[in-house]
């Protein structure tokens, strides 16, 4: 009965290897680990997006400032010749005064779209801002629970190496032939036992 005794206890070795795997692969750390990386996916995907809605607002922007910009400068060089003293015509002085009006009013207009313009920006300054801290919330909270999970491993492995070197020292007091019936029957029992009282 002593060979017996110790498949027994190879029994109790085995067992308690399996318990510690699953207890290795069901940290609870993991599945918030999963929850917080799908945060973290959405939330550089939305980041991408405004950023991307970000880049075309500031380049509206830039053009609607180089507009009028244009306008102004075109008016300030309209204004110069008007009273430059070059034109003594009044028709054409008449017309000069009119172009140099049109283009102050369609200065104005472009002028008012780019402070709306502005404005949106603005707001995607701040989504980019607040998408960009959530981003670095969920990259620290994925890192502590990484670092968790990593600790809780290492204690589990260390048991584990414990029980497998005790498991092994009892297999070799046992004949292989018996062991490897055991370990057969253990392989093929869908509860994992490979020997009973």
């Known amino acids: 009965m002593p060979a017996l005794d110790d498949l027994l206890a190879i029994q109790e ?16 750390e993991r599945p918030a680990l999963a929850q917080c990386e799908r945060e973290r996916t959405v ?14 607002v500031l380049r509206e922007e830039g053009r609607l400032e180089a507009e009028a910009q244009a306008l102004r400068e075109k008016a300030k060089a309209e204004e110069e010749r008007l009273y430059s ?11 000069m005064q009119a172009d140099i009006e049109q283009l102050q009013r369609h200065a104005e207009r ?3 779209e780019q402070l ?13 801002a607040m998408l960009e801290a959530t981003l670095a919330q969920a990259e620290a909270a994925a890192s502590e ?18 029980e497998r ?7 070799a007091s046992v004949s292989a032939d018996l062991v490897a019936r055991y370990e057969a029957t253990r392989a093929a029992a869908a509860s994992g036992i ?3 009282l």
């Open 13 to 28: 070795r085995d067992t308690a290897l399996d318990r510690l795997a699953h207890k290795r692969e069901a940290l609870p």
């Open 43 to 56: 939330t550089e995907a939305a980041l991408v997006e405004t950023r991307g809605r970000h880049v075309e």
């Open 85 to 95: 003293g070059t034109t003594t015509s009044p028709k054409e002085l008449q017309a």
């Open 110 to 112: 472009v002028e008012d």
């Open 116 to 128: 709306e313009v502005m404005g949106a920006r603005e707001v995607l300054d701040d989504e980019v």
């Open 145 to 162: 629970l990484r670092a968790a999970i990593a600790a809780h491993e290492a204690s589990i492995d260390a048991e584990i190496a414990g």
């Open 165 to 171: 070197g005790a498991r092994e020292a009892l297999a």
């Open 194 to 196: 490979g020997v009973a």
